[in-house]
């Protein structure tokens, strides 16, 4: 049992420290955060403004006021490690985000759902990103 | 399968999965590509500035920074050619140590002297595409790794690949990629790849270059090669030209088209030097096919050592003989010159020389060859300067020419001791003056197979030969079989020896030395052979005066029983045969010329002195009587 935890830490570590982001926080100087989804951003700056923009959004700073910024989750998306043995009931989706149903562990995702990338949402809000090969 | 394993085996495919998010930063042409992971907190400036990581960008000169799934490995920088273009692309985590300047396809990289083990650690420049006027230029004080995925990179600018860089740079040649560099002509560059610190080529890709200006590779300090195939398809200079060592361990090396030697190693002469500094050549593995045509050059120079072990040498050199009016003195063309000592135990040799004074191997040190195959051809004539005149084929008296005046063709030359303690040789200096084997000390064969046809001596030592093993075959045109200015031993072997008319010689011991048997099974011909003289020589032998013919069978009975049979070597040629003349004590002639046929000597340890034996050679028989010292069978005693 002991080797189990420690090759079962083994790959959460890295899979937390290769945790993906969903957003690009922005601080201004007035202390206000902006957020922006990264999927397809592109950031760019001229006329003393920073202009950046996904297929759907695009969100523009004066420079000025830009302090920083870094790749994050916005609020209630964060990752936590899985317990063993976790019982919650949880919610599956497909990539393209379709529910596929509630299972009660990971297990009973495994042996149901197809090849594929998926979305696991815990009641708590957590979220997981399986793939299953 | 129970429950712990699935989890296992769903975060496990969970792990294997997941994406790098990368943030691309494109600023002056180049792209930083960062993990996203490793961007932290990006801080601006005066609405100036970013900082990421240590890195500082100018706003002004970022174009765009993208969010994308991939990010570059780390420590990498690759650039793509793309004619007169380039794409760069720079590690994040590297990004504060690399400043790189673009000029069209000209690319420059210095790497910061703070790259290091406890910071970043070593940085792989990864080269690919095409560009007929691009280069790349490294510099930096840490080792470094140059990857070659494809690259077809011509300079109108010095170097392809300049590495100003003192460290170690090992240059990857990716498999099944093929890569062709050449330089700028009329430049001032030293190479076409050139590398300031040691260079190691590994991988098993292959790599062209052609050196316009000066040599096509040359490191200042030294090269190895594992695996990787180098071809060079012509250079004003060397084709491969480095300092302190070049090892090859394994791949291929396909050097033409130099203006001057195939390779060249070379070391600093000097108190200072550092150990690994020797001039040597070390081969072990790979095949070389060297082909050599500029005047007096070598398929491989070892200032120092020439080291083989296993591997294939294919060299040929048809570079005439020159004379240097500087050192007054003439310089002829070789396969293998080393200025320190020769070591082989093993490998196959396929060396040819072909212009005046051409040698297969010549070597200043000593020579020490155990083991290999050796086939050694030159047909060169010998090279004289007289009267102002180089002579590549002089046919007159040369005895009284200075020795730098001249140079005859050889098979193996060496200034110092020869030892063949193993080894097959197959040596033909067809040319004038050609000789198979010199050394100016002494030789000695503990073991080995010996073939040597030579147009002078098979063997010339300055001091004694001393053979104790192994086989020896010798035939010669118009020299002496064994030839030693010093005694001549023969402690063990197998020796089957036909020098040319007298007053060439099967065994010719020097003016004031003898031969010595002491064992050995010996069949020696010429228009003369030295003979024992002293008690010191304890194996009898019988001599006599018979007409050989190529082929011929010869064998040697004691009743009916056989001591030994010989076969005269194919090679030999009865035309060179007419009086034979016996040397006696003091190498003086015994003076009994005059007659036809071949001196013959023939010994076997079972031989008893006093003992009369039937020499059979072909049909015809002949009685001798076994003796210890001297010899009186011939005409004329």
Known sequence: MKKFALALGGMLLPMLAMAEY???????????????????????????????????????????????????????????IVEMGNTDAIEVYSASGISLGSYKSLTEVRNDVPSGIFVVRYSDGTTLKLLKK | ??????????????????????????????TYSYAAENTGLMTFTGGETVTIGQRVYNLAEVAVMKVGDEAAADNTVTIEYKEDAVDVTVAGNIASYVDITLNGAEVSIAQSDEVADDTCGEITYILKGESSHGNFKLSGSYKSSIELHGLFLTSTNGAAIDIQNGKRTALRVQEGTVNTLSDAAGGSQKAALYCKGHLEFKQKGSLTVTGNTGHAISAKEYIEI?????????????????????????????????????IQVAFKDDADREAEDTGTITIKGGTLILDVTAPAAKALKADGDFVMTKGTVNATVSGIGTWDSTNKKTKAAACISADGNLDISGG???????????????????LNISGGEFTIYTNGGRLAYVNGTLNQNYTGNADNLNSDYKSSPKGIKVDGDIVIDGGEFDIWTKGGGGEGMESKKTITINDGKISIRAYEDGTNSSSHTYIKGGELTVTTGTGDAVDANGNIYVEGGRVTIIGAASPEQGFDAGDGFAIYITGGTILAGGGGNSAPSNSASTQAYVILTQTLTAGAAVAVLDGETELASFTIPAAYSSASASAPVMRGPGGGNWGWGGGSGNSLLISTPDMVNGRT?????????????????????????
């Open chain 2, 613 to 637: 034996y039937t020499v059979k050679v072909g049909n015809t028989s002949t009685t001798a009587t076994a003796r210890l010292t001297g010899g009186s069978t011939g005409p004329g005693h």
């Open chain 2, 348 to 366: 196959t040799f396929n060396l040819t020389a072909t212009g005046g004074g051409g040698k297969g191997i010549s070597v200043n040190g000593n």
């Open chain 2, 1 to 30: 399968m129970n429950k712990s394993l699935v989890i296992l085996a769903v975060m496990a495919a969970v792990s294997a999965g997941a994406s790098a998010q990368s943030l691309n930063v494109s600023s002056n042409g180049i």
């Open chain 1, 22 to 80: 969903n957003s690009m926080q922005f601080e201004s100087s007035d202390g206000g955060n902006h957020y922006i989804d990264i999927s397809g951003l592109e950031i760019s700056f001229a006329d003393h403004t920073l202009t950046a923009s996904n297929a759907e959004t695009t969100l523009t700073l004066p420079l000025n006021q830009v302090v920083s910024m870094q790749f994050s989750n916005s609020p209630g998306s964060e990752v936590k």
């Open chain 2, 226 to 262: 594992k695996n990787t195939t180098i071809n060079v398809t012509g250079a004003v200079k060397d084709g491969i030209n480095c300092n302190q060592y070049l090892l090859v361990e394994s791949g291929n090396i396909n050097i033409s088209g130099t203006g001057d030697d195939a």
